[in-house]
């Protein structure tokens, strides 16, 4: 039915706007005619604005048809102008010659300058009717040339609403409609788009795993690193490798969230999380919801000019005012009644030249002459009653035509909203928002978007189809493959880049290397330690760390490389010099049995040394040292990734084993503490972790880049970036109150006020109708008079 509609439109374009007025219209002017005829004040509106709900308005409205009685005052005069004629055509009969008043004695002589004057009159008459009935033309060709306007504009709405037009950047609600219903149906469970999409998802899950399991071994080094034990600090202790670490493994976290594979997870995730059956069931809800709007807009343009867009049905209709083909029967009054003005003209003008010349013929008064008259007179009068008659009924009709176009003309939102209660209307904020700036915008030359007009509900919040279609959906996407089409042109290999470079090669140092004495703190304030730096031997060794051997940084690492930090075995050494070594420890921190026999300096020394080496022994003896792993899937035991095993499939696929990945893509972390010399093994064996996951995820980039860049991207762009760009860039409005305006132009400032001309002239020439019986009256009893009265005297 829709396409019917929209062919039957486009040839009624074709048909109409080739014969449709191209002039513009004045709208101010035409506007001042129609407040005229409603007397200033449109009452019909104000009888809308006061009513307080519907039954209270047609009270209303009664109330203001009463007051508009004056509307008919052209019936009026048609009803007094037959009484009156009742009574004074009876003098015509010579048996009521007595009901002639100050009838003449005995002839009068009409001088040859007033005999001059009253065919003057007459001519000015006829003319007078002649113009007047004529000018009724005029105004006929304003109906005219609004029908023919009405019609352009009510079939390139239709045209413009079904098929679209590129100036006004509107594709049609057939392409629009046909647009959400592909849309629609692409999302369905079975539909190739659908269940296409979701094989690409599960077949790239490789490519979220990789960066998901980079990403947590990261945050286990990060979190070991700042969840060290806070022994270390209060014994006097601090893990610089830690402070090495920290921007190092910052760096390798950026990396990471900047890298092509995190953007292939991103684009990947978007795409699921837009198009899981979920959110494809409540994207098709959202689709469907829109297009209902749409749906009932299309259907109530081409209900409203149905009638129109029948190009054979309104030509034949047409032609009863401009014939093409066939009689133009609307011309019929006004022919007749230019024809019969034209021979009241005539008769008139033979009745004044016959009393110019012949009213006296050899002293005898003719008949001639008040015969023309008193035939003159009653035609006129018909000629009147008729006029005043049709002057009434086209009052009737003007002023119910004129206020309906006034309130077309004024109609706003702030109008709508004082009507509504009148009408039982429920304004919607969308429905004033569509009136407000598609109907009757404060600039009509603007094209609003309708995707930000029409509203849907998702999860009881209201959002904008834009927010929901291009917001959420296409734009969310759309940033996702941008950003990824912007790093594959970078290196994609994130295990050789510098930085995971550089933390792997930080980290080949022990830990316990580089947890050392924290020097920011006053050691020689302190009682307990100040003996100690009294002894040059002791002093030398007191910067140590926690590691028995001496040990020297690597050349890579940041502020200490290829520096030796000495380990405790140096400090207890250099601390024996001043006693005996006492219980030998499994480690190498071991307290000194301080010589009695050596100075008291010398024995606090030694008494401060013992105390340092405390605090070596309170670290070396902790167990609460972070070792946490990851769960294993299958057993529920340890499962460390440095285990991770790589194989390749038959189809040349890579997979992993003991990769501690849940089927879900999860990892649960088991928390466990160890010694320090676990942990120090602990720490070194995140290089491997890294280097594996790192390592994994390189492959995964290779593995599934072009499926996610270029396979998925394909589908989501043909499927459903594609059809929401016809939907985004097609979707406006603008022609709506163009449209609008065009329907006000042809029907009101053309129809209506062509209609108002005509009522004028018919006035006018009611009016000298009238003014000619009088005149002919006057005649008739001049002439009439002569007559009688000369027999009389014979």
């Known amino acids: 039915e829709n396409r019917d509609a929209a062919v039957d439109a486009d040839k009624a374009v074709a048909v109409y706007c080739a014969e449709a007025p191209t002039d513009a219209v004045d709208h101010g002017d035409s506007y001042d005619v129609l407040l005229s005829e409603v007397g200033g004040e449109n009452m019909i509106v104000t009888s809308m604005k006061e009513a307080g709900n519907s039954d209270q308005f047609g009270t209303n409205v009664v109330e203001t048809t009463e007051g508009a009685i004056g509307t008919a005052a052209g019936l009026v005069v048609a009803f007094l102008a037959m009484i009156w004629w009742f009574f004074c055509c009876w003098t015509v009969f010579p048996c009521c010659r007595c009901c002639r008043v100050f009838e003449a004695k005995e002839p009068r002589e009409t001088k040859w300058a007033i005999r001059c004057a009253v065919v003057a009159l007459g001519a000015l008459l006829g003319f007078g009717l002649i113009f007047s009935a004529g000018y009724a033309y005029s105004g006929f060709d304003g109906m005219v040339e609004g029908l023919d306007s009405v019609a ?148 109530n343009i081409q209900s409203t000019f149905s009638g129109i867009i029948d190009v054979d049905g309104f030509t034949d209709f047409r032609g009863h005012f401009e014939g093409e083909g066939q009689p133009e029967t609307a011309k019929i009054p006004l022919n007749l009644f230019i024809a019969y003005a034209v021979l009241l003209s005539v008769w008139v003008l033979f009745a004044v030249v016959w009393f110019l010349l012949r009213e006296r013929v050899d002293d005898v008064y003719q008949k001639t002459p008040h015969r023309l008259a008193c035939c003159s007179c009653c035609f006129a009068w018909y000629l009147g009653i008729v006029m005043f008659v049709v002057v009434g009924v086209l009052g009737i009709v003007s002023w119910v035509g004129s206020s309906a176009c006034l309130f077309l003309a004024d109609l706003d939102v702030q109008l709508l909203e004082d009507i509504a209660p009148a009408f039982d209307l429920n304004l919607t904020p969308e429905i004033k928002d569509i009136f407000g700036q598609c109907i009757v915008p404060a600039d009509i030359t603007a094209n609003p978007a309708l995707m930000e007009i029409l509203t849907v509900t998702e999860d009881g919040q209201k959002k904008t189809l834009s927010q929901k279609l291009q917001g959420e959906v296409k734009n969310e996407i759309n940033q996702k493959f941008n950003d990824l089409d912007a790093k594959l042109a970078g290196d994609n290999n994130i295990s050789t880049s510098p930085p995971v470079v550089n933390l792997i090669a930080t980290m080949k140092n022990p830990i316990d290397m580089l947890t050392v004495v924290d020097l920011s703190l006053d050691w020689q304030s302190n009682s307990d330690y100040q003996a100690l730096f009294t002894q040059n031997t002791l002093k030398d060794a007191f910067f140590s760390s926690v590691r028995c051997a001496n040990g020297t940084v690597g050349p890579t690492m940041p502020q200490v490389g290829n520096t030796t930090i000495p380990g405790i075995e140096n400090f207890v050494t250099r601390l024996a010099t001043y006693g005996t070594r006492g219980v030998v420890r499994s480690d190498c921190a071991d307290q000194v049995v301080c010589n009695p026999l050596r100075t008291a300096e010398e024995k606090a020394a030694c008494e401060a040394g013992n105390n340092f080496v405390k605090l070596k022994q309170n670290i070396l003896d902790l167990t609460s040292f972070p070792c946490s792993v990851f769960e294993d899937p299958g057993t529920g035991g340890d499962c460390d990734v440095r285990d991770m095993m790589e194989s390749i499939s038959a189809s040349g696929q890579t997979t992993y084993t003991n990769d501690c990945l849940f089927s879900d893509g999860t990892l649960k972390r088991k928390v466990k503490t160890c010694t320090l010399t676990e942990f120090v093994s602990y720490v070194e064996a995140f290089e491997v972790r890294i280097q594996k996951t790192m390592g994994r995820l390189d492959k995964s980039v290779g593995q599934y880049g072009k499926s996610i860049s270029v396979d998925m991207k394909g589908l989501v762009d043909q499927y459903l970036i594609a059809p929401l760009d016809r939907i985004v860039d097609g979707l406006t409005c603008g022609f709506l109150a163009r449209s609008y305006q065009s329907v006000i132009d042809g029907l009101c400032y053309r129809g209506v006020v062509g209609l108002i001309s005509m009522k004028t002239s018919w006035t006018w020439c009611g009016s000298i109708s009238f003014l000619t019986v009088l005149a002919m009256y006057a005649l008739w009893r001049r002439t009439i008079d002569n007559v009688n009265t000369n027999a009389g005297s014979a």
């Open 152 to 299: 352009c504009s009510g079939a390139t709405l239709v045209n413009t609403t079904m098929n679209g037009r590129e100036s006004d950047k509107f594709i049609g609600m057939l392409p629009l409609l046909d647009t959400f219903r592909s849309l629609e149906q692409s999302l369905g469970v079975n539909a190739a788009f659908f269940t296409g999409i979701r094989a690409s998802v599960d077949q790239t899950k490789g490519i979220s795993d990789a960066v998901y399991l980079s990403a947590q071994t990261l945050t286990l080094l990060k979190d070991t690193l700042n969840g060290m034990p806070a022994e270390i600090k209060t014994n006097r202790h601090k893990c610089q490798f830690c402070e090495v670490l920290a921007p190092e493994l910052e760096s390798v976290v950026g990396i990471l969230q900047d890298g092509v594979g995190s953007a292939l997870d991103s684009a990947r995730e978007e795409v699921d999380k837009q198009l899981n059956k979920e959110a494809a069931d409540k994207l098709q809800k959202s689709i469907r919801d829109a297009a209902e709007p749409l749906k009932e807009i299309t259907k």
